[in-house]
């Protein structure tokens, strides 16, 4: 079981080599060695994954709930503005998400302004580069302390 799942969408594994003008250099290890470093400072465990496959995101979701992991930060990359089925995997099981993205997305193509997942999230961080990630964890921290202190 794991406290915070952070998962990926497609085309997020080529971070550090795709567009880094948009997404900079800093590769998706970098990171996840980021994330793990905060999350173990706080004490919780995290697991990260990444899949260029729609099913598969959505695999790894279901598997999150039966293992009772607290909490999702996903950036679904493409898929923000076109999978109907993650978002309505993410619905089904009731995992507290934090939506996550490097650029603004509003400061994108007209296509990139909708998010499937911006309503159903309990925040969204966008278009402070890596630092967005850096950001979502920091918020998952505090959301689950702040869950466990008013489950106590």
Do not use: K, W
Request: some cysteine.
């Amino acid at each position: 079981m794991s406290d915070v799942l952070l998962m990926n969408g497609p085309n997020l594994n080529l971070l550090g080599q795709r567009e880094p003008e948009i997404y900079g250099q800093t590769s998706l290890e970098e990171i996840e060695v980021m994330l793990q470093e905060m999350a173990q400072g706080a004490g919780l465990q995290l697991e990260t994954f990444q899949s260029n496959h729609e099913g598969q995101l959505i695999d790894r979701l279901h598997s999150a709930a039966q293992t009772g992991t607290r909490l999702v930060i996903c950036n679904p990359g493409a898929y923000t503005h076109t999978s109907i089925a993650l978002r309505d995997a993410f619905l089904a099981v009731e995992i507290p998400l934090i939506e996550v993205h490097i650029s603004n997305p509003h400061e994108r193509e007209s296509f990139r302004h909708h998010s499937y997942f911006s309503d159903i999230a309990s925040g969204v961080i966008s278009g402070f580069g890596v630092m967005s990630y850096q950001l979502a964890m920091a918020a998952a921290i505090s959301f689950l302390d702040d869950s466990a202190q008013t489950s106590e």
